[in-house]
């Protein structure tokens, strides 16, 4: 036996151990390897006349015996000499396709796709085999040889027999338990599952013999026969060629029913369709990526069937992005827009990402650095073959080229959002239905630094207009004289169409937008503006939209009425900053407002959040002089009725509170304030 070399075994060590995470990966490497061989002598068909051949001709073959415990990788490609096994697979990191790349200078040429860099992906193998066999016949000779290893000590190469050029890599699956899932891999299932997860897009064909089952047609004379034994009341057998669906699935052939049940029984004879199970050689991977196609050959339906099945989604998706790019690094994207959020998009557990493919393999199920967070919905692949891979191809080594796909995508992302909003609005509100949050939440993580990017994207309920509007809308419908763009907040739409405080804005004929997202409030204070025109809460108690006459009259009111405000304050202590008159209050005795940067909404929200406990909004009430309860409590005042200008206070605020849809301090207070109240009315 031959001994790898010191530092080869230790590398080996290292690899079945330290370098792959994931030992399923096994397959993507011995199949890259086929691919690599296959394409070598397919290249070598192109510059040597008497080497060609047919690209039809090319495949890479699998099987298994479950019994055997064996997986086989076979291809029809260049092969290995002697040497060519010692050099290769003696030799730890020695990658002959890296310098078959070099030498016949391919690394430019569309005809091959060499996927080999580093001369370690063949020995993952040992991950999962016990033992590994490799018999090659070189291009251009009559012998093979069979290079041999258990793993760690060493190798053997014997002479061997094989019909043609080509390789065959027989792994002698190791034992273990269901936990290390060796077994699975010895499944038609298994392998299919790892095919078409890792190597979809690996350009030769991968087939491997199923079993699949089929329905045997009845002649039509024993189908009569069946059907006269049934009305006989006769049982009946199957036939000897086909078996019952029983029996496929795997269970024991049925039992001959006993005689009273020999009438039913052959009933079902009759009726059930007898299967039979047959071999036949599938493709099992795609292989042209639908990314690669181009574009005006790719019909809508491929695009939509290669989403839901890639994808898993049981919707097409709303919209396909194709993104082509070529220099000094060259890619190909394919994105997908989902119609609808999956179950978990706004939990913890959800990933955000895109595939990432080199040279047709796939390199990571979800990279997460080629999506910004706030375009997370987005599902899809990313394909080059420029990327500097490290060892395992589990990750990357420069971020650099993952940070220049990034932006390309979410710049093309972002135009086709603002495409799709201006050509097809129900499309694009569906769409922000679905996703609006993330882009919301953009603005707002990044203190506002996306808003150029992303508040063109936004779409808010306007209230007069009634629909969803974008800011660049709700600016360009603004009234002579509008200076900000207004805003309420709250529950729901209804709801806050009828707060005193919307009314009011809207009385001016300015609109306002009705925000019932928790994340709104945030991300409007995010933004700050837009178009240089701030955004206002029209509950906040420095918003002044009164004439100067109105404003006059309100002066004087609280000139004349000083003391009951005082009073009113005192009676409601803590609970609010300052109580005024207002012009703005209508049809409902009082209205709160906020003071500074906290609303009553956001104070509300802050309240569930764990680390957002006791942040308080500075609350003033504003009272309504026109209506006849302030006239009450102004006849309270002069009688020097201090306790009911108390009573009265408390139920102006806890009403007020109640209308904003707000909890109020004491409901049975309040229950008892209002009996209070009642007892003092004169009977009738
Ligand atoms: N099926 C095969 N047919 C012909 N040559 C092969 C085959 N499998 C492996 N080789 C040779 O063995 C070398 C080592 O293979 P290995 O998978 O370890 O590395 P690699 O494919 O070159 O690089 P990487 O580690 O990036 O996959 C290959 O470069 C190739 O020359």
């Known amino acids: 036996m031959r001994k790898f070399k010191t530092e080869s075994r230790k590398l080996l ?15 993507r490497e011995l199949i890259s390897n086929a691919s690599d061989a296959v394409d070598k002598r397919y290249f070598t068909g192109l510059t040597n006349e008497a080497a060609q051949v047919d690209r039809g001709e090319l495949a890479i073959t699998l099987a298994f015996d479950p019994q055997a415990r064996t997986i086989t990788v076979s291809d029809n490609g260049i092969g290995m000499s002697r040497d060519d096994l010692e050099r290769n697979l003696g030799t730890i990191a020695h990658s002959g396709s890296a310098e078959f790349k070099a030498a016949k200078e391919v690394a430019a040429s569309d005809e091959a796709q060499i996927i080999g860099q580093f001369g370690v992906g063949f020995y993952s193998s040992f991950m999962v085999a016990s033992h590994v066999r490799v018999v090659s016949r070189a291009f251009g000779s009559d012998e093979a040889w069979a290079w041999e290893s ?15 050029c080509g390789t065959d890599v027989i792994l002698t699956v190791k034992e273990g338990d269901a936990e290390d899932g060796f077994d699975g891999f010895l ?19 991968v087939r491997m013999e199923v079993t699949r089952t089929r329905p045997v047609e009845q002649p039509a004379d024993e189908a009569d026969k069946a059907a006269d034994k049934a009305a006989d009341g006769a049982s009946g057998e199957a036939s000897s060629a086909a078996t019952s669906a029983d029996e496929v699935a795997g269970g024991d052939a049925p039992e001959a029913p006993a005689p009273s049940d020999a009438a039913d029984a052959s009933d079902e004879d009759a009726a059930t369709p007898r299967y039979e199970t047959y071999t036949e050689v599938e493709t099992l991977n795609s292989m042209v990526p639908i990314w690669k196609r181009r574009r005006s050959e790719v019909t809508t339906e491929e695009l939509d069937a290669f989403y839901q099945s890639d994808f898993h989604d049981y919707e097409a998706p709303l919209k396909s992005i194709g993104v082509h790019a070529e220099g000094s690094l060259s890619y190909d994207a394919l994105l997908f827009v989902p119609s609808h959020a999956p179950f978990d998009m706004y939990s913890r557990d959800y990933e955000k990402g895109l595939a990432l493919y080199s040279s047709n393999v ?61 050509g097809d609005r129900e499309a694009y509100e569906r769409f922000f239905q679905a996703f609006g949050r993330c ?6 993580t990044s203190y506002g630094a996306k808003a150029a990017d992303l508040a063109d994207l936004m779409l808010f309920h306007a209230a007069a207009a009634d629909r969803m509007q974008t800011l660049r809308e709700y600016a360009d419908a603004m009234p002579e004289g509008q200076e900000a763009i207004y805003y309420a907040f709250g529950e729901s739409r209804e709801h806050l169409a009828r707060l005193p405080l919307v009314r009011a804005v809207r009385e001016k004929g300015y609109d306002v937008l009705l925000c019932t997202e928790d994340i709104d409030e945030f991300c409007l204070k995010a933004l700050g503006s837009y178009a240089e025109h701030p955004f206002v809460n029209v509950a906040d108690a420095d918003l002044d939209l009164a004439t100067q006459e109105e404003r006059d009259r309100a002066a004087e009111t609280e000139r004349e009425n000083a003391e009951l405000l005082s009073a009113i304050r005192a009676a409601l202590g803590d609970e609010v900053e300052k109580v005024t008159v207002s012009a703005r209050v209508l049809d409902v005795p009082a209205a709160l407002s906020t003071t500074g940067s906290v609303s009553l909404e956001m104070e509300r929200l802050l309240a569930r959040m764990p680390e957002g406990g006791d942040v308080r909004s500075e609350r003033v009430l504003e009272l309504n002089p026109q209506h006849r309860a302030f006239t009450s409590l102004q006849a309270a005042q002069r009688q020097g009725d201090a306790d009911r200008v108390g009573l009265y206070a408390k139920l102006l605020y806890n009403q007020a509170l109640l209308i904003e849809g707000m909890p109020i ?20």
């Open 187 to 205: 499944t038609e299932w298994g392998l299919r599952d790892l095919v078409r997860r890792y190597s979809n897009y690996v350009r030769y064909p």
């Open 362 to 422: 796939l390199i990571m199920d979800k990279c997460p650095d080629l999506l910004p967070d706030h375009f997370m919905f987005v599902r899809g692949v990313v394909d080059s073959a420029d990327l500097a891979l490290n060892i395992s191809r589990e990750t990357l080594q420069r971020n650099s080229q993952l940070r220049a796909i990034a932006s390309k995508v979410e710049k093309k992302i972002g135009a086709e959002l603002a495409a799709m909003r201006d």
């Open 150 to 164: 258990d793993g760690v000590e060493g190798y053997t190469i014997e002479p061997a027999e094989r019909a043609a």
């Open 439 to 444: 882009l919301k939440f953009g603005i707002y």
């Open 665 to 684: 301090p004491d409901p049975l207070a309040f229950a008892e304030q209002i009996s209070e109240l009642m007892q003092q009315e004169p009977h009738a």
């Open 13 to 27: 060590d290292l690899m079945i151990n330290s370098i792959y995470t994931n030992r399923e990966i096994f397959l």
